[in-house]
């Protein structure tokens, strides 16, 4: 671990969405760095603009245009987080085109421009635990150095492999910067909104039948601290980040009170419409990977480097639950109570069949 | 389980060896107290379980091995057919560590994989320290839906070197089948003769993380399903790796799938250590001849075992 190398200057892609807006505006509360400049395309939203306000100095300008290199040259970058990289499509931005777009062509771009930028010392990439693939051949739990076996089928996922690819070829050429890639689990928290969070808000959650796929997850606030400690410290590497441990899918279902409804494989996409349409829900191939598959990570070489012990999946989980609150079909204090109305109705029954008030064996 | 009470007129369902299914935990309702009261406690722990199903308050590890799901649900589900089916007798049980990791490598056999769960729950309820086999199965395993979260969440996990590994390094005791697919799908006319052991991959694997090998001998599974002959086209058709044929499947439909009464006899040998070829792990000579070694070990204690079961040198 090594400290006291904070750039002063700090590129953050991405502001517009929650993540980049946090990870920006936590990095400019950070004595140790001077300035945070926040680079997206589209203008933040209410939420994200009031975490930005004051602190992070918003550039509008596109990862694709020639400007990137010249804002880099100018503003003296010493360090590039890059977080524009989008989980899901966005049906208003343009749905998975732009998507891949932004994801591949923007760090590729971006990477051209770090290339050029002669002051940058140091590279963050979010990356994601969808970069090991799917395979039935696959072991249970990945380390960072396994290899995908199968492409994925997911959208995301491809785009994190091609990402990946682009930063192994800019290590090579710029072996001066100190290259972080983070390759997260799902997001979780109280404060959490993507659209595994939305999937386990639904009433009756579609799950694929005859799989139950173990699960992680990452407390936001850790992958916060995570990202934050790895533009103020020099962790150069490629980290899995993720809460220990694993969770079944219908185990995640029940302990949210909430009824899985398990649909065949086939007609997952069917069910992944409907939910479109009427909650608001975007499921694509990249959940249905993960529904079929699931997928575990190793976190022993982040724990060693950053010394942290992230939460655990089960407590990100619970943290999430928090939030929701006891919304459920199926509230636990009603199992509970139906638990305890049977065994008194049982206690009851017997007592009469036996004429006498409990105590049968002594 | 001493006394049960009287004037309940003990039920017949009440056999539990291992008194595991009713077990009651910390956070449950808690039985009347001081009456001693038998189905009462029963139905309280039976009440509590479901209520932990429902609400998801149990535990799986990384591996998806769900260990009170195992407890109370798949080993009683096997236990009247490891105790009255096939009538199991398990030898040298002392050759099994109770703590520390060990590597189990055992013969395959019987066209359905019936000796790969009977091997799991005669290390779990014959050993004193009441340990968990954790299998290895083949993809075709986790590639099929159903089985591939049954098997998981009995502690089952892919036959490849990174999974044995993390298990053994977590002092996991594994059990393996290094004859895979040509050992349980050859025909009974090759029955108790020992297919080729593939690579050796588990070898290197009990070399890499300073394992012992303990070798399983395991008699009677060979009779359960006697494959005659193996409809090939029928089985690429399917995508399976063979198509049995027995004297009762398929001409009988579901009842050909009733595994035929044949007795067990299962033997664990003595443990090799491989802590002196440790260096050597990524030597194919060295991995192949020990697992030529592993091998041989197992056929001569099945042929020893044979002529028991044909002495009839057993309990029952």
């Known amino acids: 671990m090594n400290t006291g190398q904070a750039p002063e200057v700090v590129l953050v892609t991405g502001v517009s969405r929650y993540l980049g807006a946090q990870a920006a505006a936590r990095l400019a509360l950070d004595p140790r760095i001077g300035r945070v400049i926040g680079l997206d395309p589209n203008d933040p939203t209410a939420e994200t603009s009031t975490l930005l306000a004051g602190t992070v100095e918003v550039v509008r300008a596109d990862l694709r245009t020639a400007e990137l290199a010249k804002i880099m040259v100018e503003y003296d970058v010493r360090a590039v987080v890059h977080l524009a990289v989008a989980a899901a499509p966005d049906p208003r931005a343009g749905g998975r085109a732009a998507m891949k777009e932004q994801n591949v062509i923007g760090t590729m771009q971006l990477l051209a421009a770090c290339q050029q930028a002669p002051l940058l010392r140091k590279l963050v990439v979010r990356s994601s635990t969808a970069a090991y693939g799917r395979s039935f051949r696959d072991p249970a739990v990945f380390v960072e150095d396994t290899e995908p076996r199968d492409l994925p089928r997911g959208g995301f996922a491809r785009d994190v492999l091609d990402i990946e690819g682009y930063v192994r070829g800019f290590r090579r050429r710029a072996p001066h910067v100190a290259a972080t890639v983070l390759r997260f689990a799902p997001f979780i928290g109280h404060r959490a909104n993507t659209s595994l969070t939305r999937y386990f808000s639904l009433p009756l959650v579609p799950t694929v039948l005859g799989r139950d796929p173990r699960l992680q997850f990452v407390h936001v606030d850790d992958a916060m601290e995570i990202l934050h400690r790895s533009v103020v410290e020099n962790h150069s590497g490629t980290f899995n980040v993720a809460g220990p441990g694993a969770i079944t899918l219908s185990q995640a279902v029940r302990r949210a009170g909430r009824v899985a409804v398990p649909v065949p494989e086939p007609g997952m996409s069917a069910v992944a419409l409907f939910a479109r349409q009427y909650g608001g829900l975007s499921f694509s191939l990249d959940q249905l990977d993960l529904f079929v598959s699931g997928r575990v990570v190793d976190v022993t070489r982040l724990a060693r480097e950053f010394n942290i012990s992230p939460r655990t999946t089960e407590e990100a989980f619970a943290d999430f639950l928090r939030g929701l609150g006891n919304s459920g079909v199926l509230p636990h204090s009603t199992i509970r109570a139906a638990e305890q109305a049977i065994l008194d109705g049982i206690r009851a029954v017997r007592a009469a069949g036996r004429g006498t008030p409990q105590g049968g064996g002594r | ?316």
């Open chain 2, 1 to 316: 389980m001493s006394g049960v009470a009287p004037g309940n007129g003990a039920g017949p369902r009440g056999r539990d060896p291992a008194g595991t299914a009713g077990a009651v935990t910390p956070g449950d309702v808690a039985p009347v107290a001081g009456t001693g009261d038998v189905w009462d406690a029963r139905v309280a722990g039976a009440l509590a379980f479901l209520r932990r199903r429902l609400t998801g308050q149990y535990e799986v590890d990384e591996f998806g091995f769900d260990r009170e799901l195992t407890d109370a649900v798949i080993n009683p589900l096997l236990r009247p057919m490891y105790r009255d089916w096939f009538r199991v007798e398990v030898r040298g049980l002392v050759h099994l560590p109770a703590t520390g990791p060990g590597l189990v490598v055992a013969n395959h056999s019987g066209t359905v994989a019936l000796d790969a769960l009977m091997l799991a729950l005669a290390v779990h309820d014959e050993h004193p320290a009441h340990r968990y086999l954790r299998l290895l199965g083949a993809d075709l395993v986790f590639r099929t839906p159903f089985l591939s979260e049954v098997a998981r969440k009995g502690g089952a996990t892919l036959a490849c070197n990174a999974d044995v590994e993390r298990l053994l390094d977590n002092d996991e005791l594994v059990g393996v089948f290094p004859e895979g697919f040509k050992g349980v799908g050859k025909l009974y006319r090759d029955r108790y003769r020992l297919q080729r052991f593939g690579r050796g991959g588990f070898v290197s694997a009990a070399l890499r993380t300073g394992t012992p090998i303990i070798p399983a001998a395991i008699v009677g599974a060979e009779e359960i399903y006697p494959m005659i002959a193996n409809a090939r086209p029928l089985a690429r058709l399917l995508g399976m790796p063979y198509f049995p044929v027995t004297p009762t499947f398929p001409w009988l439909g579901p009842l050909g799938l009733v595994p035929l009464p044949s007795k067990w006899l299962i033997e664990f040998g003595e443990p090799i250590d491989v802590l002196p070829y440790a260096e050597d792990h990524d030597d194919p000579v060295v991995v192949y001849n020990l697992a030529d070694l592993v091998r041989e070990h197992i056929q001569s204690t099945l042929d020893n075992l044979l002529q028991v079961r044909a002495a009839g040198d057993y309990a029952r």
